[in-house]
């Protein structure tokens, strides 16, 4: 069974950045959708941000400029620089794989990491 490893996360004082990185099965940076989620405790996950297999982006309104989606193709490895980090963006973050529009897309998730923004 496909699956995604993420890494990058940690502790960082509020204002600080991590760049969070999630490894997707060979093909998948080519040819699927991408996004990243979050979620805290007692919250639903919360959508972030998508890049298509084409590379074009979008965001959730909440992220105001201070996130970056990003992927590595020859890495198979998708990214997310987030700076200007506040307490509100302590979750943990999930990347996920889209179900299209490639046909050997399946939707996956990874298992999640934590990020904790504390002064």
């Known amino acids: 069974q496909e699956h995604l490893v993420e890494s990058g996360g940690g502790s960082v004082q509020p204002g600080g950045s991590l760049r969070l990185s999630c490894t997707v099965p060979k093909g998948y940076s080519d040819n699927c959708g991408m996004e990243w989620y979050r979620q805290t405790a007692g919250k639903q996950r919360e959508w972030i941000s998508y890049?298509?297999?084409?590379?074009?982006?979008t965001y959730a309104n909440f992220v105001k400029g201070r996130f970056t989606i990003s992927k590595d193709k020859a890495k198979e490895t998708m990214y997310l620089q987030m700076y200007s980090l506040e307490l509100e963006d302590t979750a943990m973050y999930f990347c996920k794989t889209s179900s299209g529009p490639g046909p050997m897309c399946d939707s996956i998730w990874g298992q999640g990491i934590q990020v904790t923004v504390s002064s």
């Open positions: 890049i298509s297999a084409d590379g074009s982006t």
